[in-house]
């Protein structure tokens, strides 16, 4: 069955980009495009996955990552920050929130695949 | 013969005016309307004889003979406006009477002639088509038709010249 | 699929428009001292997703250039660069580089030179903004020598070189090669860049996930999965530390993994495999025999462990939660006026940054079918208005469906509106080149930018409103030493504002500066043959002289405007918009330029008037009221020349008949006329006579230039219920063009 990922990123290219080359992987994609829409699209999707930016208007990645995992229904749910930033801070930031990966963007898609079967079950 | 298009065929709509026959592409030719008076147009030159409406689209009506540096046609009752689309923009062509569709070769094309045109360049060519069994029998040897370079007779084009 | 990829850069290209107009804002009012978090992380964000989308779609030179631009702004907000009136002089400069990336790699043309700009960044970062901050007195030296050092380390992006200790290395590979959509070839070519010698013994991999490796929803079969897939199979689980079920706490973890893995596989492969597992877990790799390994090739680092054929340790470290990375200390002590700048508080005032809201994409080309739709929707509702008997049309129905069909009407054209805005955006750094070529200071007041007007329009105001510009400050404003001689304050100012009045949109471009030299001009147009030497001509002429066509002083003052076209192209672009261009000037004091335009392009409400049986549309906004002259109050004040008695006022009238040399009955009475009062911008309250008024309706636009060419005093053209085609009067148009009589003797050019 295909894995449903929700993505959230305030770029509307970024998110086309990732659904493109995440579907042609088999992967079925919704999309959210800031922390507060993410959140909303959590609950009604259920994503497998949830793919997210951290530098967003309005709610962040690093606070939809907690209020992600506030949820009881979403402890489980595996966490990917796709995020251009790199720092070692960020990335513990990310962590702390609950994120179960971080990948660099730009992505590869093959690799950006590999990355989420190693966290999506 | 209605669809093959081989690489020099192509057809042309053959119409009379001032009592020669000229042909325009038919990939040009967007319609043929009856003759309706179109609503005059204030400050342009005399062969524009105003604008009409065709499916919403506010065209130019031209009388080509006017056009042509000849005496203005008198519309009448097989008079016919060739809607043509030049480079994207459309017009209305006033003539005398449509005559046929005819196929003709590239190769057939035969430089312009002499006539008593103001400028030379809209006349693209001169080719020889056969005429209509049924109609105009006295001339079996066929009727020369003289070709026009629609690019030639953009009123837009024409106004860029005059500007 | 490329189709599809070019669609979503196109995107990415509009995005950075966005972001760049975003970044300017934002910039724009921190050089207005506005340093609050909120502004900062605005400029931050915008030139963050500009960069991140650079380099999903491979754009090497804009990635690297906004990286490090990135940088500094991160800096500045986190406060430890102070947004300091030196920094933020740079980063606006920086943007303009910026702006040229975008251009460049959108236009697939040569990056630009962004050499210096990027020397300087690297300088700001490594002395914390102090170099560029004349009052901070930083060790010049000093600061030179680490602006050295940092450039010749360039912080290329496109490759993690660092470990990461946290557990999340990074899966990004070489960006050249990216292909978003490909399932190439960056591991492929990993395994022959590093593939070692055969007869290399096959790796044992000892997984013993931490507690936290379960949390944060890990899962850790799944890189026992993946290790599978890359040839691997578990030889052995130590479960020793399995307690009894009672004791099981089910998210701890309990079992170590033994994993025997191919040989063949590149050891960063099996590293990757543990990108996400939590930090404190063990992981160990090595070979079942120690044999020579892969030479590792220096460009890809995603194995740093490579060379070391040693016993592994673990890759992931257990570390507690990261301590701040090794970040540079400040070198010089930052400007102190960082306080707005470091503490991320209430912004300054209440504007916040833009709520964004949420949008979809549509073509335009949809929405001008929809909005043809509605005109045709508009034309039938006439049509069967005209159908019916008067007490139908009174029915309650019609006027229902009347005021629907306006509402939609209206709605279609909200939808094509945009504010003006996105026409000024690229003003301000216009003129910041402009003070760099010219050495001119030019202060810029913006106002009204949020007047939206009909997106056609915008589209094509950028060009005269570029060239307006350029003429104000080539041609209008002083150079400092100039000014201050004439008692100006040396630094120029350029007022640009649009309003809306009416059904028009008026955007002036005003300047402070000298004002048009009119003998100049004067002597130009003679030389030109545009007037004759004796002409005699009122001060307003001569201003408008400077549009007529082939007129340009620029090439004798410098190479600014002088780029081939004039302000006649100014006008022809503004008169194919149905508008036009109005000039007033006083020596010394200053110029304006006013483009008064059309808020739609669409749609009008309309009078119907017959002229020779004709009918055509006057703009109702125009009209004022309608008079039927009493016998004797129409009075010919010159042979050409007619004016009306109104309330005791005379104003004058425009018989359109002959105005349009329209071939129609006998000259008649004024008093079998009516005369139609309408209000111009340019001339006041003037009468225009016509036969009679037929109704009054809304009418759709069709433009005359859409087939043929604009014609003076004429606004375009409508379809009227019966079919038939009703010409729109160009008030303005008809009252600025003097009588035809007397047009010979206007200006050549300018009437035509």
């Known amino acids: 069955m295909s894995k449903l990922i929700l993505t959230v990123d305030d770029s509307a290219s970024m998110r086309m980009l990732l659904k493109a080359s995440l579907t042609a992987q088999g992967f079925t994609i919704e999309s959210a495009n800031d922390g507060v829409h993410g959140l909303e699209r959590m609950h009604e999707v259920k994503p497998d996955l949830l793919i997210t930016d951290i530098n967003m208007p309005k709610m962040d990645g690093f606070e939809l990552i907690e209020a992600v995992r506030a949820v009881p229904e979403f402890r489980g749910t595996p966490i990917l920050v796709l995020s251009t930033e790199f720092s070692d801070d960020k990335k513990a930031r990310a962590r702390n929130a609950g994120a179960t990966g971080w990948i660099t963007k730009p992505f590869d898609a093959t690799k950006l695949g590999t990355a989420i079967r190693r966290v999506c079950p | 013969m209605t669809t093959t298009t081989d690489s020099g065929e192509r057809k042309i709509v053959t119409f009379s005016l001032s009592e020669k026959t000229f042909g325009i592409d038919m990939r040009a030719l967007i319609e043929i309307r009856e003759w309706e008076e179109p609503t005059p147009l204030p400050r342009v030159p005399s062969y524009i004889k105003g604008v009409a409406n065709l499916r919403g689209t506010v065209i130019p009506i031209v009388g080509l003979a006017e056009r042509l540096g000849w005496e203005p046609s008198v519309p009448h009752a097989r008079s016919c406006i060739l809607v043509v689309s030049i480079g994207g923009k459309q017009a209305g062509f006033l003539v005398d009477e449509v005559a046929d569709i005819v196929p003709i070769n590239d190769s057939d094309i035969k430089p312009a002639p002499e006539i008593e045109v103001d400028e030379k360049n809209v006349i693209a060519g001169l080719v020889q088509v056969a005429a209509r069994a049924q109609e105009n029998q006295e001339e079996q040897a066929g009727t020369m038709v003289l070709l026009l370079d629609l690019e030639a007779l953009s009123v837009t084009r024409q106004m860029e010249l005059t500007a | 699929m490329s189709d599809e990829l070019d669609e979503i850069q196109a995107i990415f290209f509009e995005e ?149 200790e946290f557990g999340f290395t990074p899966v990004t590979a070489v960006i050249e090669d990216l292909d978003p959509f490909g399932f190439e070839p960056i591991a492929v070519s990993l395994d022959d860049l590093d593939a070692p010698v055969e007869s290399n013994g096959d790796w044992t991999v000892r997984f013993g996930p931490s507690r936290d490796a379960l949390a944060n929803g890990g899962e850790p079969i799944l890189i026992i999965r993946e290790l599978e897939r890359l040839g691997g199979r578990v030889v052995r689980v130590d479960s020793s530390a399995l307690p009894s079920l009672r004791e099981v706490d089910p998210e701890e973890s309990y079992f170590v993994w033994y994993i025997s893995v191919p040989g ?48 592994e340790i673990p890759v992931v470290k257990a570390i507690e939660p990261p301590v701040a990375p090794a970040s540079q200390p400040p070198l010089t002590l930052v400007e102190s006026k960082p306080a707005a700048a470091v503490a991320p508080s209430a912004p300054k005032g ?214 081939g076209v004039g302000m006649d192209v100014v006008r022809s672009n503004v008169e194919a918009l149905g508008g036009r261009v109005e000039i007033q000037s006083v020596p010394g004091e200053g110029t304006t330029f006013t483009m008064i335009l059309p808020l739609t392009l669409a749609i009008l409400d309309g009078m119907v008037v017959r002229l020779a049986n004709q009918r055509f549309v006057l703009p109702l906004a125009s009209v004022v009221e309608s008079v039927r002259p009493e016998p004797g109050q129409v009075k010919a004040v010159s042979p050409t020349n007619e004016v009306i008695e109104l309330r005791g006022n005379y104003l004058p009238v425009r018989r359109l008949t002959e105005f349009f040399g329209l071939q129609g009955v006998e000259p008649y009475e004024p008093e079998e006329s009516l005369v139609i009062v309408v209000e111009s911008d340019s001339a006041g309250l003037i009468g225009l006579m016509v036969d009679t008024i037929d109704d009054r309706r809304e009418v759709v636009i069709k433009s005359l230039d859409q087939n043929l060419h604009p014609i003076r005093g004429l606004g375009g053209a409508t379809i009227l219920g019966d079919g038939s085609i009703a010409l729109i009067l160009d008030v303005e148009a008809l009252v600025a063009s003097p009588p035809p009589s007397t047009s010979k003797h206007s200006l050549k050019g300018l009437a035509a």
Do not use: Y
Request: proline share 5%; net charge negative; aromatic share 2%.
């Open chain 3, 16 to 164: 950075c428009v966005e972001g760049l107009a975003a970044a300017e804002a934002g910039l724009s009012a921190m050089a207005d001292g506005d340093t609050s978090a909120e502004t900062i992380a605005s400029v931050f964000r915008a030139v963050h997703s500009i960069k991140g989308g650079s380099g999903a779609f491979g754009h090497a030179a804009l990635l690297a250039f906004s990286h490090r631009f990135e940088n500094v702004l991160d800096e500045v907000r986190a406060g430890r660069i102070a947004a300091s009136t030196g920094v933020v002089k740079e980063l606006l400069n920086a943007f303009d580089i910026l702006s040229d990336h975008v251009t460049a790699a959108q236009e697939q043309s040569a990056p630009p030179s962004d050499d210096a700009m990027l020397a300087k960044l690297d300088e700001i970062l490594a002395t914390m903004g102090a170099s560029v901050d004349g009052g901070a007195a930083p060790a010049p030296a000093q600061a030179a020598t680490q602006a050295v050092a940092a450039t010749e380390s360039p912080a290329a992006p496109a490759v993690q070189t660092e470990e990461d």
């Open chain 3, 350 to 563: 209440e504007k916040g940054p833009e709520q964004a809201s949420q949008t979809i994409r549509v073509e335009l080309t949809k929405l001008d079918q929809l909005l043809n739709l509605v005109g045709e929707l508009v034309i039938r509702g006439s049509i069967l208005a005209d159908r019916l008997s008067p007490a139908d049309q009174e029915r309650v129905e019609l006027p229902q469906l009347s005021r629907l069909t306006r509402q939609i009407q209206d709605s279609v054209m909200s939808l094509r509106a945009q504010p003006i805005k996105q026409a000024f955006s690229r003003v301000p750094r216009m003129l910041r080149e402009l003070s760099s070529e010219t050495g001119k200071q030019v202060n810029l007041e913006v106002e009204g930018e949020s007047t939206e007007v009909d997106k056609s329009v915008i589209e094509k105001i950028g060009d005269p409103l570029t060239h307006m510009i350029r003429n104000a400050v080539d041609h209008g404003i002083e150079k400092p030493d100039e000014r201050v001689a004439r008692g100006k304050p040396p630094c120029g100012s350029l007022r640009l504002s649009a309003e809306q009045k009416g059904a028009r949109i008026l955007v002036r471009v005003r300047d402070d500066g000298r004002g048009i030299d009119r003998e100049r001009v004067r002597a130009k147009a003679v030389e030109k043959g545009i007037i004759a030497a004796d002409a005699v001509l009122a001060d307003e002429e001569i201003d408008q002289l400077i549009c007529a066509p082939g007129f340009s002083t620029a090439e004798t003052i410098s190479n600014i405007s002088g780029r």
């Open chain 3, 264 to 311: 063949s596989i590149d050891k960063s492969e099996i590293n990757e495999c543990f990108d996400f597992v939590a930090p404190d877990s063990v992981v160990e790799i090595e070979r079942a025999e120690q044999v020579v390994s892969g030479v590792p090739d220096p460009d890809l680092d995603l194995d740093a462990q490579a060379p070391e054929p040693q016993p």
